[in-house]
T-cell receptor
Framework: AQSVTQLGSHVSVSEGALVLLRCNYS??????LFWYVQYPNQGLQLLLK??????LVKGINGFEAEFKKSETSFHLTKPSAHMSDAAEYFC?????????????FGAGTRLFVKA | DAGVIQSPRHEVTEMGQEVTLRCKPI?????LFWYRQTMMRGLELLIY????????DSGMPEDRFSAKMPNASFSTLKIQPSEPRDSAVYFC??????????FGDGTRLSIL
């Protein structure tokens, strides 16, 4: 069964510093992978998605993620953190057993940005 | 375009009362999902529908929970009777095929 592991429930960075949120997946077939962001009192919003077209995926708000099959990883990065990036981030994988319609979410990583 | 619309945004009720949460998916989407989010358990998938038909309800915690989708533009999640441990944020999401899901802003439910 597919699964997603996010390393670190909390990450704290200074404004202007690199953001790195880690995600590892398990899947027996090439997966679709996603990063979602959740701001306070809101639902999840799609940041970016990987669908095998390119290993480096660019998303909104300056975020990008790199698919590394050999490491089964899909880490999210942003070169320079902004205060507005403080939120919870979820890595997710499509459940290919159900044809990709069901999405399996990680436990989430809360990002804190210090001034 | 209108996103996924959930109502109410907040609900506070007493234990034992019936609670009904409502969701209007994005027009044209053929999948609808109900999730529950808590600090302890994170985001849990409760049930999902395809073309108004329930496909997988294995995440529904108990018989007190039920969900319906009478048409393509409306779904409800009902809890009867409600208990304090049902307090959570409930999200509805919709998608077209295997495209990424779009989430509503959730209903924050408090059972006293």
């Amino acid at each position: 069964a597919q699964s997603v592991t996010q390393l670190g429930s909390h990450v704290s960075v200074s404004e202007g510093a690199l953001v790195l949120l880690r995600c590892n997946y398990s899947s027996s077939v090439p997966p679709y992978l996603f990063w979602y962001v959740q701001y306070p009192n809101q639902g999840l919003q799609l940041l970016l998605k990987y669908t095998s077209a390119a290993t480096l995926v660019k998303g909104i708000n300056g975020f990008e993620a790199e698919f590394k099959k050999s490491e089964t990883s899909f880490h999210l990065t942003k070169p320079s953190a902004h205060m507005s990036d403080a939120a919870e981030y979820f890595c997710a994988v499509s459940d290919t057993k159900t044809g990709g319609f069901k999405t399996i979410f990680g436990a989430g990583t809360r990002l804190f940005v210090k001034a | 375009d209108a996103g996924v619309i959930q109502s109410p945004r907040h609900e506070v009720t007493e234990m034992g009362q019936e609670v009904t949460l409502r969701c209007k998916p994005i027009s044209g989407h053929d999948y609808l999902f109900w999730y529950r989010q808590t600090m302890m358990r994170g985001l849990e998938l409760l049930i999902y529908f395809n073309n108004n038909v329930p496909i997988d309800d294995s995440g529904m915690p108990e018989d007190r929970f039920s969900a319906k989708m009478p048409n393509a533009s409306f779904s409800t999640l009902k809890i009867q009777p409600s208990e304090p441990r049902d307090s959570a944020v409930y999200f509805c999401a919709s998608s077209f095929g295997s495209q990424p899901q779009h989430f509503g802003d959730g209903t924050r439910l408090s059972i006293l």
